[in-house]
């Protein structure tokens, strides 16, 4: 079985600490990088962890991580989350158990932010948590890969 999860960011993601810190908090991608390894490792999970500007570079590794083979994905699509068709049909094309976190609560924001269209195909949605969202998705995707070898 499969035991490396991907766990990828979208825009602007590698500026967390300095941007809007009352909305996202002043922890760093390198702190929500630890803590998706600590995460990982209780559940004996590597991660593979990504943070790219470019919608093309996350459809190329999406699709990447069906090639390997991976045990999931852990996606923050941030701004791609309410405009990406393409992030859509590459996590519907790999098959993978997804789930889609965000640090914000999306709902208590902008109307825009409302609406994501990676939700149909994900597993799981979680926000508001803070970076602590990313360790609560870890969690609940290896609570779904062992429940789906029973």
């Not at 630890?34 to 093309?56: K, P, V």
Request: negative net charge; proline residues 4%; aromatic residues 6%.
């Amino acid at each position: 079985m499969a035991t490396t999860v991907y766990v990828l960011n979208g825009p602007n993601l590698n500026l967390l600490g300095t941007r809007e810190p009352e909305v996202y908090g002043r922890a760093t991608l390198k702190d929500v990088e630890a803590l998706c390894h600590e995460a990982g490792a209780r559940h004996g999970l590597a991660i593979d962890f990504r943070q790219s500007n470019h919608e093309g570079v996350l459809v190329d590794w999406i699709q990447e991580a069906r090639a390997k083979n991976m045990a999931g994905l852990v996606i923050n699509p941030a701004a791609y989350t309410h405009t990406s068709v393409a992030i859509l049909d590459a996590v519907l094309a790999t098959g993978l158990p997804t789930v889609e976190v965000h640090i914000s609560n999306v709902h208590a924001r902008e109307p825009f932010r409302r609406h994501s269209y990676l939700s149909p195909a994900a597993k799981a949605v979680i926000c508001g948590f803070g970076i602590d969202g990313y360790r609560l998705a870890i969690d609940g995707l290896a609570a779904m890969l062992t429940s789906s070898k029973d």
